[in-house]
């Protein structure tokens, strides 16, 4: 199936630019011989004759003004073929006395098929530009079937073996010259990252990550998202949130999941980080989406419970402060300044409150969720913990 090249914008295009150059009336006649771009508008949308013998015989033809008197809609002057990756396209003619215009026929002739180049490499640009959108959205929205997949990929360029996660840039108030400058970094020095806009503000990124044996290199990430960072400032950087890494191309769509439950939960708790991982933020990225439920409100009846014996707040800090430090008493009492028999006193006090042992397994993985529960209502209702006490 033939490419249509020489479209009629196109044509236009090399009508004012050739008649800038020479003094006589240039004319495009597509590849049935009609006119469809001409410095003589009147002449438009007419059958060429001498267009019809060079796309026969793909040959120059030579137009006198006694052969021009014998052919209908034809001028004395020159009819070059116009090629395209080896697909005649249509002819070139230049309206003049042969022996005035032949000078100058080859090398409008040449100008003509770079235009035709230049034209179809912005097409092909701004294709691939929707093809890689389109497998952006193909591979983070759903989960679709590898073999549905392939074909674009290897269009593209793009190796799914490569490991690879989402990352969400946000940005403030950019200008459309510094968006320019973020993509061509893109397009240019990462070739081999996906990017598309899912808002004015919103880049979605699919980017390589290195590995170190079997583990993800956050330090390589964090030179890498760094860099990022410069070229985006000028465009408002505001943060950026990196998504899991799940093996394959299918993980892509976990990514892409893991980095949009974290950005809520970081926009719910008005967290000021910049870069921000799921991996660091994974309980509480993940117990945002259910933090409206009734299976939460189960999961937070311990801490609920605290919250309305503990009207100052200690008991609250200090089971905080004891979750920190991984549950290690001189640690929390360190970072507390407080003395140990303090510490193991209030743990006492949460344990009469609450009717647990503080070191059953069960007891303390309903207390740590429950906490992270309440500060994700908290966060998202603008909540002080006496008013969600109230509430409670």
């Known amino acids: 199936m033939k490419k249509q090249y020489l479209k009629e914008a196109t044509a236009r295009q090399i009508v004012q630019r050739a008649m800038k150059i020479i003094p006589w009336s240039v004319n495009v006649m597509n590849e049935e011989g009609i006119i469809i771009a001409s410095g003589e508008p009147s002449r438009l949308q007419q059958r060429h004759e001498g267009a019809i013998l060079a796309l026969k015989d793909n040959r ?18 020159i009819n070059l073929p116009i090629s395209f990756h080896g697909q005649l396209l249509g002819v070139l003619g230049i309206t003049g006395e042969p022996e005035e215009v032949r000078a100058y026929a080859e090398l409008v002739k040449m100008a003509s098929e770079l235009v035709i180049e230049h034209m179809a490499l912005i097409e092909q640009k701004q294709w691939d530009k929707r093809y890689r959108e389109d497998l952006i959205n193909q591979l983070i929205m759903r989960e679709p079937p590898a073999d549905a997949l392939h074909d ?6 793009v190796d799914p073996e490569l490991p690879r996660v989402v990352a969400i840039i946000e940005l403030r108030q950019p200008d459309r010259e510094a ?5 061509d970094y893109f397009e240019n020095s990462a070739r081999d990252h996906l990017v598309t806009f899912t808002d004015f503000n919103e880049l979605i990124i699919i980017k390589p990550i ?3 044996g079997e583990n993800w290199d956050l330090q390589q990430e964090m030179r890498e998202l760094q860099t990022f960072k410069s070229w985006a400032s000028s465009s408002g950087f505001s943060r950026i949130v990196v998504g899991g890494h799940f093996p394959g191309a299918r993980g892509w769509h976990r990514s892409w999941q893991t980095a949009k439950a974290t950005q809520a939960m970081v926009k719910r708790q008005k967290f000021k980080n910049q870069y921000v991982f799921y991996h660091d933020y994974a309980l509480p990225a ?53 003395h140990v028999n303090t510490l193991r006193y209030r743990l006492q006090r949460c344990e009469e409150i609450l009717q647990i042992k503080i070191n059953d397994l069960k007891s303390i993985l309903w207390l740590f969720i429950g906490m992270q529960l309440q500060t994700e209502i908290v966060g998202s209702h603008n909540l002080t913990p006496a008013q969600l006490a109230k509430l409670r």
Request: glycine share 6%.
């Open 179 to 183: 968006l320019r400058n973020l993509l």
């Open 60 to 77: 120059v033809v030579e137009i006198d003004t006694a052969t021009a008197n014998r052919l209908k809609g034809v001028k004395p002057g």
């Open 286 to 338: 993940l117990l945002g989406e259910i933090s409206e439920s009734w299976q939460a409100q189960e999961l937070s009846r311990l801490w609920a419970k605290l919250l309305e014996n503990d009207s100052k707040g200690v008991l609250q800090t200090t089971l905080r402060a004891w979750f920190e430090q991984n549950c290690e008493l001189t640690q929390t009492a360190k970072h507390l300044h407080i």
């Open 152 to 157: 674009m990929v290897s269009y593209l360029g």
């Open 210 to 212: 290195a590995l170190k």
